[in-house]
């Protein structure tokens, strides 16, 4: 049998995880714990893998008619990660999905997909992003993401953000 330098299996790990994403000029921000699959895709790229857990409901939702029987979908956040690169995906929840991709210093691409009430119906809506800064620490495995950068409509700044992903280690 002839030996391939591709790896047929790919090396995963479970880690709990804190993913933040706030804005710095904009009351913008969201906090997520989970455990998190990590897969080794090679030496410098990994593939993380979370479902985001239930968000509460706001007072206004709690007054109006149940939606509790209703099933739901989880959100899933996928990131592809290298010190060059990083592409984050949301999708799942049947009503927003998104996908970013960043590269320092350069200009990327932010889109959302909007699911309407009716099947068939929704929208795209794309967005520019500048990444101004990019790090991803650790040894053989992430430990620590962190990443500034600027989301653009046109020539119209929406804000500065800054997402950090911390990644616990067993």
């Given amino acids: 049998m002839r030996k391939s330098s591709y790896h047929s299996m790919l090396t995963h790990h479970h880690r709990l995880v804190s993913l933040s994403i706030v ?20 030496q410098e790229r990994f593939h993380l893998l979370l479902t985001e857990p239930k968000v509460a409901v706001d007072h206004e939702q709690r007054d109006q008619p149940s939606t509790q029987n209703q099933p739901s979908t989880p959100r899933l956040l996928w990131l592809e990660m290298s010190p060059y690169r990083i592409t984050m995906t949301m999708q799942g929840d049947g ?76």
């Fill in 23 to 42: 804005s710095t000029d904009l009351p913008v921000w969201s906090d997520v714990q989970a455990i998190a699959t990590i897969y080794q895709r090679d």
């Fill in 95 to 170: 009503k927003l999905s998104y996908r970013h991709h960043w590269e320092r210093g350069v200009y990327g691409i932010s889109r959302y997909w909007l699911q309407g009430g009716q099947a068939g119906l929704g929208s795209q809506l794309q967005l520019r992003n500048f990444t101004r800064r990019l790090n991803l620490d650790g040894k053989t495995l992430p430990e620590r993401l962190h990443l500034e950068y600027e989301l653009w409509s046109d020539k119209i700044q929406l804000g500065s953000y800054v997402l950090n992903l911390d990644i616990q280690a067993d």
